[in-house]
């Protein structure tokens, strides 16, 4: 069964212009999570998407924004892009897998590596 | 305060040796716990959920504690390819509200 995919692996862009980023999800996963991750840093959360709707989102401008297609992939838009946006992008999928808490589990995708110039 | 903490380490352990990581979280309402492990310049994987009774996956063992806000993880017999940071996520599964919360991590390194 294929991953999470995300495309593209690496993107350079220079201050002010905007990006774009992808993610399919695991076949039959409904949930699209983002995350940002800067260098030495821990995952903050951005958006979570869910049967096409954005559900919550994360402490980020909304100059990060994004949406979910009938398909459940998920495109995340960064637009007037700063030089602190540098940073890998994950995107994660969840399975309705019953945990001790009822929680999600979500898998990872290998992440879109953002270079602002 | 951040909602999950973890002591960055790192932890430098020779091989075989047993070492064990602690994670506190600020939320008594959290549901779901896990830990995941991030290789270098890699996506997070998930090693194992967390459950009330304690739970155990070969070499790997972790614990939760309710009463003191605390997760555990314990590896036993290290190998030089456990090296890696593990990552602590603490959830409130309420719906609409299904925020996961990462530590920043805790690096191992095992040594020959």
């Known amino acids: 069964e294929a991953g999470v995919t995300q495309s593209p692996t690496h993107l350079i862009k220079t201050r002010g212009q905007q990006a774009t980023l992808r993610c399919s999800p695991i076949?039959?996963?409904?949930?699209v999570y983002w995350y940002q991750q800067a260098l030495g840093l821990g995952l903050q959360f951005l958006l979570w998407?869910?049967?096409?709707?954005?559900?919550n989102r994360g402490n980020f401008p909304p100059r990060f924004s994004g949406r979910q297609f009938p398909n459940y992939s998920s495109e995340l838009n960064v637009n007037a892009l700063e030089l602190e946006d540098s940073a890998l992008y994950l995107c994660?999928?969840?399975?309705?897998?019953?945990?001790?808490?009822?929680?999600?589990?979500?898998?990872f995708g290998p992440g879109t590596r953002l270079t602002v110039l | 305060r951040k909602e999950v903490e973890q002591d960055p380490g790192p932890f430098n352990v020779p091989e075989g040796a047993t070492v064990a990581f602690n994670c506190t979280y600020s939320?008594?309402?959290?549901?779901?716990f896990f830990w995941y492990r991030q290789d270098c310049r890699k996506e997070p994987k998930l090693l194992m959920s967390?459950?009330?009774s304690g739970n155990e996956d070969g070499r790997f063992t972790a614990q939760l504690n309710r009463a003191s806000q605390y997760i555990s993880l314990l590896i036993r017999d290290s190998k030089l390819s456990d090296s890696a940071t593990y990552l602590c996520?603490?959830?409130?599964?309420?719906?609409?509200?299904?925020?996961?919360?990462f530590g920043s991590g805790t690096k191992l390194n095992v040594k020959p």
């Open positions: 996520v603490v959830n409130n599964p309420a719906y609409n509200f299904n925020k996961f919360y």
């Open positions: 076949s039959g996963h409904t949930s």
């Open positions: 939320n008594s309402a959290s549901q779901s």
């Open positions: 998407y869910d049967e096409g709707e954005e559900r």
């Open positions: 967390v459950y009330s």
């Open positions: 994660a999928s969840s399975s309705r897998e019953l945990t001790s808490g009822g929680a999600d589990t979500q898998y």
